[in-house]
């Protein structure tokens, strides 16, 4: 069964700390993607990998960065934490040999920064 | 860059009664398209996905969606809804040379007995 695991699912933080979300694929995925969700603005693109050591920006890149070091991980820093950025954030893989464009969800963390 | 747009944020149904959820996207030229459920506290699954061919789409747990160039629409339905579909529903659109998605800002459905 395809598996896309996060580190936690609830995190409190408080502001000014550096924050480490990871995330896990089991699908020899090439494609990872971070997104955060908040009540109506649906998803919003991060980042997002297509390969190891290799990272573009999404939408909304300011305040976070990425690694991927490792195919099956890729994680999100938060360099100085922010009330702002209190969210829910989802992780996502995708298969390149795809024509079709399916990503995979992880269950989410949802971030609170005091 | 493409654009999503879902009409309605809340839609409160009767169990048993039918659905239709609205999608509309931005772009003139080939797309794919995608619903997503997203259950309470769990991450997004994939309901189903109009990649070419026929425009009625099928998915998992009785939903469909119907593809229509015309209006750049790609709205979701279920004929009778269960109290387990409540949920958030979310429209995503791809260009085909791309793997990113965009989503709408979802819908809500919430299903009353």
């Known amino acids: 069964d395809v598996k896309v695991t996060q580190s936690s699912r609830y995190l409190v933080k408080r502001t000014g700390e550096k924050v480490f979300l990871e995330c896990v694929q089991d699908m020899d995925h090439e494609n990872m993607f971070w997104y955060r969700q908040d009540p109506g603005l649906g998803l919003r693109l991060i980042y997002f990998?297509?390969?190891?050591?290799?990272?573009e920006k999404g939408d909304i890149p300011e305040g976070y960065s990425v690694s991927r070091e490792k195919k099956e991980r890729f994680s999100l820093i938060l360099e100085s934490a922010s009330t702002n950025q209190t969210s829910m954030y989802l992780c996502a893989s995708s298969f390149s040999g795809d024509n079709y464009n399916e990503q995979f969800f992880g269950p989410g963390t949802r971030l609170t920064v005091l | 860059a493409q654009s999503v747009t879902q009409l309605d944020s809340q839609v409160p149904v009767f169990e048993e009664a039918p659905v239709e959820l609205r999608c509309n996207y931005s772009s003139s030229v080939s797309v794919y398209l995608f619903w997503y459920v997203q259950y309470p506290n769990q991450g997004l699954q994939l309901l189903l996905k109009y990649l070419s061919g026929s425009t009625l789409v099928k998915g998992i747990n009785g939903f469909e969606a119907e593809f229509n160039k015309s209006q750049t629409s790609f709205h979701l339905r279920k004929p009778s809804v269960h109290i387990s579909d409540t949920a958030e529903y979310f429209c995503a659109v791809s260009d085909p040379n791309d793997y990113k998605l965009s989503f709408g800002a979802g819908t809500t459905v919430t299903v009353r007995a």
């Open positions: 990998s297509y390969d190891v050591k290799m990272k």
